[in-house]
């Protein structure tokens, strides 16, 4: 059984940060570990994912570029996400997944197999 479990959610003001982090357990293999989002009435989007091999490809969606940092701790199999510089419309419900399917495509929700339960972020003066 594969299990996520996310933390460091929580309110911050406009211009603030904060530093998810989701460790994954049980017997899986890693290709991609990523980060999406989903507002209220509003689909589920990408955020950021990062390559689980030697390279540390990471990538991000654009609204985040520049503000928003992924990395990894293979020995824990750990994946941070640090958010800088948040923003109103940073705030929603961020889930971490993580896919062992190869070829898979970072940017896509399809891809991933195994999900965490989310943790809210609230960007609010």
């Known amino acids: 059984q594969v299990q996520l479990v996310e933390s460091g959610g929580g309110l911050v003001q406009p211009g603030g940060s904060l530093r998810l982090s989701c460790t994954a357990s049980?017997?899986?293999?890693?290709?991609?570990m990523g980060w999406f989002r989903q507002a209220p009435g509003k689909e589920r989007e990408f955020v950021a994912a990062?390559?689980?091999?030697?390279?540390?490809?990471?990538y991000y969606a654009d609204s985040v570029k520049g503000r928003f940092t992924i990395s990894k701790d293979n020995a824990k199999n750990t994946v941070y996400l640090q958010m800088n510089s948040l923003k109103p419309e940073d705030t929603a419900v961020y889930y971490c997944?993580?896919?062992?399917?190869?070829?898979?495509?970072?940017?896509?929700?399809?891809?991933?197999?195994?999900w965490g339960q989310g943790t809210q972020v609230t960007v609010s003066s």
């Open positions: 997944a993580t896919t062992n399917r190869i070829g898979s495509v970072a940017t896509s929700a399809l891809s991933y197999n195994y």
């Open positions: 049980g017997h899986l293999s890693i290709y991609f």
């Open positions: 990062i390559s689980w091999s030697s390279r540390r490809t990471a």
